[in-house]
């Protein structure tokens, strides 16, 4: 809730080296660490999203900041186990690390967003709701079969969705014409194939 | 809109999928994978081209394999291939193998990159779109060096589509967050800003997001927002429901826009602007009213999306915290929810309170809500909203509520879940000694806490009990009483022993009137737990037993016995045995006189601040602990890095108990004053400062009532301690030294020096005299130990040593010090102690005078004590945008002292951190963009203030050697702190 008042000086990252002699080098450009380091303490919506069924599996990953591999199965490992021993009529808030966790289950899938601490827990609730929304839409009464065979177009209508964490375009009818256009532009490149051609046995 | 069916078709997926799904067994999962794997391989290695749907299809099922776990070693290749396929298909699957499987490879990066280029200059919106996408998805730092600087003319241009606009608003605002010095600032920044105003609500919804986060950084350059934001917000706030079509969700209008817009305001204080100002508390006050109307619809969306907005409007107006009306009526709102039946409602409304209860103006009004708050932690059945509950009782106590909170959360421990009774128990302590109005109920809330958590109970709990017992005498007959008591009870937890060990060993006298509490028996009460004591706890009963010998004579030869016996005298704990050894000849030898003078009662305690207090913030981060109105100022102490403290070295080298290695510092044995020195020196600040914050990870101080003894009276009395002995009282006093000191050496400025970044060390040295010096430093006190060597075979005579502040010092720095004796047997050592206060900062350093005849020669030697202003250093850790953001806010000309200067030994990054941290700041590391230079940070404590100090120094190490330099620049909020330091530590390099 604390936020300091800013002045407009530049900080030590663009500080000019004024007073100085050419014995300085300029500074030099961030390095990567840096920014991954600097990249975590700046405020993110949503650090990542996940969708697993009832028994944990992982049917949808997204991750908003770069985190290793390693690092992402261990998360979704935690996570996933920690939402599957929440017993209904809990909230649907979370501490965890420093980040908040909003999840919710729709029949056999939970939808699971990590928020940071300060983040409005309800949009989130509701963020997590227009996208099964937006999915039900789409495949006509959505389930996880519809998620597990056509996982990139649960993709698409993400990014379509959320963009780097934030909202991008929160009107259903705008998100799902965006994916209606693609999905034209797809049917007229797409000549009819044959049976055999699509399982591979040309 | 079964749209699945619409040219969807890579039936080749499906069958895959399937196939995947029937395995019966991990292993078969594995294999069929593992075919799969081989025959993409054969694929994309094959002679034959491979058309693009092939390609298309193979790289989409490497994306499910690796989705499911599996890792993914090629393929990107024809990944990259997809990005440049005309057909919108392919290239969708590209993009999204990309998004998902980042690889740094800097060849495919190039090759991603140029197919982005093609993409965002093509004027075809959908592929703009994908590009923007691929971008925000990997957000790489290549990326950025790549795109920054097209993506803002994208977003501004006048013939941009909206839903391109949208993706490269928030396209740049990911690559502003990875790489904020590539996104520079220019014309597009005022443009972006009219973006609010945009027709489109996606386009402003996307837009405000990129605006929040830049005007973070930048509040200047976007204070224009703050108008836009409110007429955008008051439009939507009195809109009807369907004004705003398919944006209004669940009849609430665009929520997702409102929260956003509320969360940019946060950015920034109340608008200055009185119709600007008058607008958005119209809008708060119409957001307050909506949540009283009856909802629109039954289902939870609506009053989600309702409540969200709720939400974010008390947190715009707790932030703004001058509203009285407005946090008035927040409160009430809450309090409705606290009995929602929705859980996660009563959740929030728990969260929300307890930063109300922290405002002046609402703290009244969250307290009228105790009784459902109460409630809340005795039946939620929920552990996270119990945590909430008990938070909030926190925050609402005063000394009002206090009884019956700490009454209530008491009880909620007997069976509260055991991830948060410790934290529980601090916060009971600290609500018991914040508001005791009667001491005695102090006293028996901890006992009871002892007894109720007994394991949760830390030492700093238990400290400060005795703190308060020993600092008041009103309480101490009541204590020893309940104490009494409680020991009683068949198994009482260690804690209470050793509390009851301590109370009684000083205050056991007051209820010896009582034949029940007779000393034999409260002795025997004492002695009965002990065998079942962990070694520090008989450490310190032992030593309550010698107190009782003084206290009450009369047991002096069952305790004699008790001391006497193998266990205790050959005890094979060396600190048991030294104490039985010592206690039982202390006992024998002294007379009475001695014995009730080395035995005394403790004196009392200096007031500082609670160290279970700078517990629970170093356990919950600063804001845990705002709940302290009186404090006012939440971010007064916000440079302190809420209790970072205490981790220094020092620390963790002192807190042995047994007799320290640490005190043999100039390899000569420190002559002890009498055999009997009890534990340590080294333990000396950890008993000194028990009771500061300090203490709360050194950790290991056992009792500290008798070793610590010495240390905590004050200097000038000279009532014999334990660590001195008996023999002591009879030492004449030092002669009178005639002569007058010597002006100081002329190298006592660069002795000065060398100490500056060091505590430890030999100070001065010649052919008779060798001067040691050990000291640690406890925010504004230090303690400084002179060891004086003979080095010769002759004794000194007449030896004294006087310690003086010139000029202005005395006012800063407060000086107390005991004699010495006034003679040293040859290869003797005689060690003094320096108490040190630092009331101001200041500039110079105390003078020390040493006078001495050797063989009739007088000796005369003035030095300078190496007391400098850092010494009174806390290290503040914090992170990069901390840093950068308290730099700013000492930007005044006066606060800042700079140095260049050329490098004495060259540079040598170890050595350079190594003085850094002596100097007692945080050394931070990736604060600094450049890796080469070092940032510091920390705190000068003084009596009066503190000093918070920001540190930058600049080694230009790529220089000839004898040409490099560094450039040092202080920056803190006193003038003459940022010079003092400057100039001391560029002596150092």
């Known amino acids: ?202 | 809109m079964p749209a699945v069916s619409k040219g969807d078709g890579m039936r080749g997926l499906a069958v895959f999928i399937s196939d995947i799904r029937n395995c019966k067994s991990k292993e078969a999962e594995i294999k069929r994978i593992n075919k799969e794997l081989a025959n993409i391989r054969s694929k994309f290695k094959g002679d034959k081209a491979l058309d693009g749907y092939s390609k298309k299809k193979y790289v989409c099922k490497l994306l499910f394999i690796f989705l499911l776990g599996h890792d993914i070693d090629f393929g990107h290749m024809e990944a990259v291939n997809l990005l440049s396929s005309n057909k919108y298909t392919e290239k969708q699957i590209g993009y999204l193998f990309i998004s998902v499987l980042v690889n740094s490879n800097s060849e495919l990066i190039r090759l991603i990159n140029n197919a982005i280029k093609n993409d965002l200059s093509s004027r075809n919106p959908t592929f703009m779109c994908l590009a923007l996408h691929c971008i925000a998805n990997v957000g790489s730092r290549e990326m950025a060096e790549a795109f920054a600087g097209e993506i803002p003319r994208i977003l501004v241009a006048g013939d941009t589509m909206d839903s391109v606009k949208q993706s490269a608003a928030l396209c740049l605002l990911r690559l502003y967050k990875t790489c904020p010095d590539l996104v520079l600032m220019g014309e597009w920044t005022s443009r972006v800003v009219h973006l609010l105003n945009d027709q489109h609500m996606g386009v402003v919804t996307a837009a405000i997001s990129l605006i929040t986060c830049l005007s973070q950084k930048n509040p200047d350059e976007f204070k224009t927002c703050v108008s836009l934001a409110v007429s955008r917000l008051s439009r939507i706030v009195s809109s009807a429901s369907t004004d705003l079509q398919d944006y209004t969700y669940y009849f609430v209008p665009a929520p997702w826009l409102s929260c956003k817009l509320l969360r940019l305001l946060q950015c920034y204080p109340p608008p200055e602007d009185g119709a600007v100002k008058g607008r958005l508390v119209e809008c708060l006050e119409t957001i307050l009213n909506k949540a009283q109307e009856p909802p629109k619809s039954k289902k939870v969306q609506h009053s989600n999306a309702k409540n969200a907005i709720l939400f974010e409007a008390i947190a715009l107006i707790i932030h703004y915290d001058s509203e009285p009306n407005l946090l008035v009526r927040a409160c009430n709102q809450l309090g409705q929810f606290l009995q929602h039946r929705e859980t996660n409602l009563r959740y929030l409304a728990l969260e929300s309170m307890c930063t109300l209860a922290s405002s002046e103006f609402s703290h009244e009004a969250v307290k009228t809500h105790i009784e459902t708050v109460i409630n809340a932690l005795k039946t939620e059945r929920d552990v996270s909203v119990r945590q909430r509950a008990a938070d909030l009782l926190y925050a609402m106590c005063d000394r009002s509520n206090a009884k019956q909170i700490v009454a209530e959360m008491l009880s909620y421990l007997e069976t509260a879940d055991y991830s948060i009774r410790e934290e529980m128990v601090l916060k009971v302590a600290i609500l018991a000694e914040k508001y005791a109005v009667d001491y005695s109920w102090y006293v028996d809330t901890i006992l009871n806490l002892i007894r109720i958590a007994g394991d949760y109970v830390s030492e700093e709990v238990w400290y400060r009990v005795i703190q308060i017992v020993i600092n008041r005498d009103d309480v101490q007959g009541y204590a020893a009483k309940t104490v009494f008591e409680a020991l009683q009870a068949p198994a009482c937890h260690e804690n209470m022993v050793k509390v009851g060990g301590y109370i009684l060993g000083e205050f056991g006298n007051l209820i010896a009137g009582d034949p029940r509490s007779s000393p034999l028996v409260q002795f025997n009460l004492l002695h009965s737990k002990f065998h079942l004591c962990s070694v520090p706890t008989r450490a310190l009963l032992l030593s309550a037993y010698i107190k009782f010998i003084n206290l009450f004579p009369e047991t002096k030869s069952t305790i004699q016995e008790v001391l006497r016996c193998d266990s205790q005298i050959r005890n094979s704990d060396v600190e048991l045995q030294q104490r039985a050894v010592e206690y039982l000849k202390l006992s024998s030898i002294a007379s009475t006189d001695v014995l009730a003078t080395v035995l005394e009662e403790m004196p009392p305690f200096p007031e500082r601040e609670s160290s279970i207090l700078a517990k629970l913030k170093k356990k919950k981060g600063p804001g845990a602990v705002s709940v302290e109105l009186e404090d006012g100022k939440r971010e007064g102490g916000e440079l302190n890095g809420g209790g970072e403290r205490g981790d220094t070295p020092a620390m963790s080298a002192s807190n042995a108990s047994t007799p320290s290695p640490s005190a043999d510092l100039l390899g000569l044995r420190p002559a002890p004053a009498v055999g009997s020195a009890p534990p340590s020196v080294g333990s000396l600040l950890v008993d000194v400062f028990s009771e500061g914050p300090a203490a709360a990870s050194a950790g290991v101080n056992d009792d500290g009532f008798l070793s610590g003894r010495d240390l905590e009276q004050p200097p000038e009395t000279s009532d014999a301690l334990l660590a001195e002995g008996p023999g002591d009282s009879d030492s004449a006093p030092p002669p009178a030294a005639s002569e007058e000191p010597a002006p100081p050496l002329p190298e006592a400025e660069d002795l000065l020096n060398k100490f500056v970044c060091k505590n430890n060390g030999v100070l001065f040295e010649n052919q008779l005299l060798q001067i040691g010096i050990k000291s640690e430093y406890r925010q504004n006190l230090g303690r400084m130990y002179l060891f004086y060597g003979n080095k010769t075979s002759v004794q000194f005579v007449s030896f004294s040593t006087a310690v003086s502040c010139p000029g202005e010092l005395p006012t800063q720095l407060n000086l107390q010090t005991k004699t010495v004796e006034p003679l040293i047997e040859g290869g003797a050592q005689v060690q003094q102690v320096v108490n040190i206060e630092c009331l101001t900062d200041f500039i110079d350093a105390p003078l020390l005078n040493i006078k001495f005849r050797y063989g009739g020669a007088l000796q005369n030697i003035t030095l300078k004590l190496p007391v400098t202003i850092n010494k009174f250093f806390q290290p503040t850790e914090m992170v990069s945008q901390e840093f950068f953001q308290r730099w700013k806010q000492l930007s005044q000309p006066q606060q800042e002292a700079q140095k260049i200067f050329k490098s004495g030994h060259g540079i040598d990054t170890e050595v350079v951190k190594a003085k850094l941290l002596g100097l007692g700041t945080a050394l931070l590391e990736n604060v600094d963009p450049n890796p080469e230079n070092f940032v510091c940070a920390g705190v000068i404590q003084t009596k009066g203030q503190q000093v918070g100090c920001l540190l930058r120094l600049e080694p230009n190490a790529q220089a000839q050697p004898g040409e490099q330099m560094y450039r040092l620049t202080l920056r803190s909020s006193k003038d003459t702190v940022s010079k003092r330091i400057c100039d001391l530590l560029s002596e150092q390099f």
């Open chain 1, 1 to 202: 809730m604390k936020k300091k008042k800013k002045r407009s000086e530049p900080g030590p990252s663009q500080l000019s080296l004024h007073h100085i002699e050419s014995v300085f080098v300029a500074v030099r450009p961030l390095s990567l660490a840096h920014v991954l380091q600097n990249l975590t303490k700046l405020r993110e919506k949503m650090h990542f999203m996940l969708l697993f069924s009832r028994q944990g599996k992982l049917r949808l990953q997204k991750w908003y900041v770069p985190i290793s591999d390693t690092q992402k199965k261990k998360i979704a490992r935690e996570v996933i186990q920690m939402v599957l021993a929440r017993k209904p009529k809990m909230c649907s808030f979370l501490e965890w690390r420093d980040l908040k966790i909003v999840y919710k289950r729709y029949a056999s899938l939970y939808f699971c967003c990590a928020v940071e601490d300060q983040d409005n827990e309800l949009i989130t609730l509701e963020i997590i709701h227009r996208y099964v929304e937006l999915l039900d839409k789409y495949f006509g009464s959505v389930c996880e079969l519809d998620i597990i065979f056509n996982f990139e177009k649960a993709y698409y209508i993400l990014d379509e969705f959320i963009l780097g964490g934030e909202a991008q375009e929160t009107s259903k009818k705008n998100v799902l014409k965006a994916i209606e256009q693609a999905d034209m532009l797809q049917e007229e490149a797409e000549a009819p194939r044959s049976v055999l051609e699509e399982i591979g046995l040309t």
